[in-house]
């Protein structure tokens, strides 16, 4: 059972019923959520790894939490954007080593289904935007973790310097959405056109103009 899972069990939950706007609007979220495609899950399980010569150690695996293992095998690579096994095993395994507090606590099968559900969600198209998409994963964790220290800090400089680390990270990631959305759009530019003035006899030009000696104008 999850941490998640006893704390809410833990709490008893209202005795008073949702007023009619809030069933309404959770009526709709039912709707929304039923809409979206389910997320990529996995569960962690840890065994113990003998090697001749050598003492048991425990090693980490991770796997479907249902039967189908090629279903889950399909959508696992699917969801880092390839066909190629070991480039989605080498992507998540870098994750859960990123994801980690220290590497003696490897992250909980919430954290990295949290990891997965931003990787998924992407829906990366090949193994750059894969790539690219974990990377943004850690950039958030790492903004995150400055944020609070900063939030935490009791002295000045310590807060100063977590803020900044902070913002540096925060710029990271946006360079990285906007980097995404590039490499989606494959180079094309888009020309907005805002204001078009058309007088009397006048025709419409929308595109690039030339004027003087080598204009013609």
């Given amino acids: 059972m999850s941490t998640q899972k006893k704390v809410r069990d833990?709490?008893?939950?209202?005795?008073?019923?949702?007023?009619?706007?809030?069933?309404?609007?959770?009526?709709?979220?039912?709707?929304?959520v039923r809409a979206r495609s389910p997320r990529l899950?996995?569960?962690?399980?840890?065994?113990?790894?003998?090697?001749?010569g050598r003492s048991a150690t425990m090693a980490r695996t991770l796997g479907p939490g249902h039967s189908d293992l090629k279903g889950f095998t399909d959508r696992f690579v699917d969801a880092f954007g390839t066909t190629s096994q070991a480039f989605a095993e080498t992507e998540i395994n870098r994750l859960m080593r990123g994801l980690g507090a220290?590497?003696?606590?490897?992250?909980?099968?919430q954290e990295i289904n949290a990891a997965l559900a931003v990787v998924d969600g992407i829906r990366p198209e090949n193994e750059v935007e894969a790539l690219l998409a974990a990377q943004m994963v850690m950039t958030h964790v790492l903004t995150m973790q400055a944020m609070s220290r900063a939030h935490w800090a009791e002295e000045v400089e310590q807060q100063q310097i977590a803020s900044s680390v902070a913002i540096k990270f925060g710029r990271l990631f946006t360079?990285?959405?906007?980097?995404?959305?590039?490499?989606?759009r494959r180079g094309e530019q888009t020309v907005?056109?805002?204001?078009?003035?058309?007088?009397?006899?006048?025709?419409?030009?929308?595109g690039a103009v030339n004027t003087g000696r080598d204009g013609g104008g």
């Fill in 10 to 32: 833990s709490v008893p939950a209202p005795s008073q019923a949702p007023e009619s706007r809030e069933v309404q609007a959770i009526e709709e979220a039912k709707g929304r």
């Fill in 41 to 52: 899950q996995m569960k962690a399980s840890t065994e113990a790894k003998r090697e001749p």
């Fill in 102 to 109: 220290h590497w003696t606590k490897p992250p909980t099968d």
């Fill in 175 to 184: 360079l990285q959405v906007e980097a995404l959305a590039k490499l989606r």
């Fill in 192 to 206: 907005r056109v805002e204001h078009v003035h058309v007088h009397p006899g006048g025709q419409a030009i929308v």
